[in-house]
């Protein structure tokens, strides 16, 4: 049984940072991918950043360049650090996991993150 789960989230101040963490069942290298979405009440689900398991590396959209996505291939872990936190990042965080070869992604149940002064 495939498990995703997040881990991470909280309450910052405007300029902060935090780093969520998804921690998956078995070893990462048996996915071709893994990202983090987020959703926002009343809004679509968006790509914020993925990691190819061949090693590239996608940040995209507004959070270019505040945000970068990395993994512990010992730990299974895949991890976003988020700084430079702005009003407009509230949201809950999600982890995706894709296995191509059999055409199955995987979501994990969400970190929320509240950035509020």
């Known amino acids: 049984q495939v498990q995703l789960v997040e881990s991470g989230g909280g309450l910052v101040q405007p300029g902060g940072s935090l780093r969520l963490s998804c921690a998956t069942s078995g070893t990462i290298f048996s996915f071709n991918a893994i990202g983090w979405y987020r959703q926002a009440p009343g809004k679509q689900r968006e790509l914020v950043a993925t990691i190819i398991m061949g090693g590239s590396t996608n940040n995209v959209g507004s959070v270019k360049g505040r945000f970068t996505i990395a993994r512990d291939n010992a730990k299974n872990t895949v991890y976003l650090q988020m700084n430079s936190l702005k009003p407009g990042d509230t949201a809950v965080y999600y982890c995706?996991?894709?296995?191509?070869?059999?055409?199955?992604?995987?979501w994990g149940q969400g970190t929320q993150v509240t950035v509020s002064s």
């Open positions: 995706n996991a894709k296995r191509d070869y059999i055409r199955q992604e995987y």
